[in-house]
């Protein structure tokens, strides 16, 4: 179950069930969010974990499914679905060029031309144009 995509439309059901058997967090559980699962358990006899189910179920219904495969399903492929569909190929000299313009940025840091939030701030904006 962890290596399969989640489904929008389960994890609101699981939620929306939340309020009407007696335990809830079902859903969590189902999303691969364990310790709110058993936070959720452990809450059961309040009406805590019932409105927040209500509240979760609808805003996966809310969600797009772009927004909710973001959200939870940021790191599983598809079922049937290959490596190659999933990562488009990245230009070997774009890497190149990216990784000589580290090496000067981390050369002006260590000169003391540049601190270290600027550096890590064009890092990031560098290693997004691999991404």
Known sequence: ?????????LAA???????????AG?????LGQPLWG???LLLCWTPIPKVA???EGFWYLAQGQDEFDHNFNLNVIPAGASVQ?????????QVGAIADALRQLDSLRQDGL?????F???RRQLLDRIA
Do not use: C, T
């Open 13 to 23: 059901i699981l939620a929306f069930s939340g309020a009407v058997i007696p335990i």
């Open 26 to 30: 079902f859903h969590k559980f189902y």
């Open 38 to 40: 058993v936070l959720y």
């Open 85 to 93: 569909a999933q990562s488009p190929g990245v230009d070997p000299a």
């Open 1 to 9: 179950m962890l290596s399969k995509p989640k489904n929008r439309k």
């Open 114 to 118: 540049m601190s270290e939030y600027e």
């Open 120 to 122: 890590e701030q064009k």
């Open 53 to 55: 189910s209500v509240i």
